[in-house]
């Protein structure tokens, strides 16, 4: 064999170094690419979260109004800026029990399609990002709970993952 071909049948150290960082670099790209970003917030001791693409503001729970003979769910409604918004007390939509240290104090307005509503919360939403393969979609899991899109391991324990277009 000549020695030309034996040589370029050997990769040197360097070379494999450096085209192992290439694919690490590919790797940690395509993870950084494929992050969502969410919109967390607790009720009880679990930690719900939402896509922040869907989240408009947050603000101090704005007076309400009662609707008689609405959905269980339906709290009331609220004047954001001259808006009309319905009210979503999701420990109703969710059958959770209230705890007694659980006060609603803050007002999260949802834009999703052609609606516009707001979720009551006990406490300030956090953002947090979460590649979408930690991601475990629900499906089958919770059918009498059509509100659950999947589950994934946020800092504080397993998060839920709420499907906006079905609140």
């Known amino acids: 064999m000549p020695k030309e071909e034996n040589q370029q049948a050997y990769i040197s150290l360097d070379e494999l170094q450096q085209a192992a960082q290439k694919e690490r670099k590919k790797i940690t790209d395509t993870t950084k690419n494929s992050q969502i970003q969410l919109v967390s917030f607790e009720l009880g001791e679990t930690t719900y979260a939402l896509p922040i693409s869907a989240a408009k503001e947050v603000l101090p729970c704005p007076p309400m109004a009662k609707i008689p003979k609405a959905a269980a769910h339906i709290q009331g409604v609220v004047n954001v800026r001259g808006e009309i918004l319905a009210a979503i007390n999701l ?77």
């Open 91 to 167: 420990f109703n939509l969710l059958d959770q029990k209230i705890g007694a240290e659980e006060k609603v104090g803050f007002f999260l307005v949802l834009q999703q399609k052609n609606k516009k509503q707001g979720l009551l919360i006990p406490k300030l939403p956090e953002t947090l990002k979460v590649n979408e393969q930690a991601l475990q979609a629900a499906e089958g899991l919770f059918q009498n709970n059509p509100y659950i899109k999947a589950l994934f391991q946020s800092p504080k324990g397993i998060a839920v993952l709420l499907d906006i277009d079905k609140i």
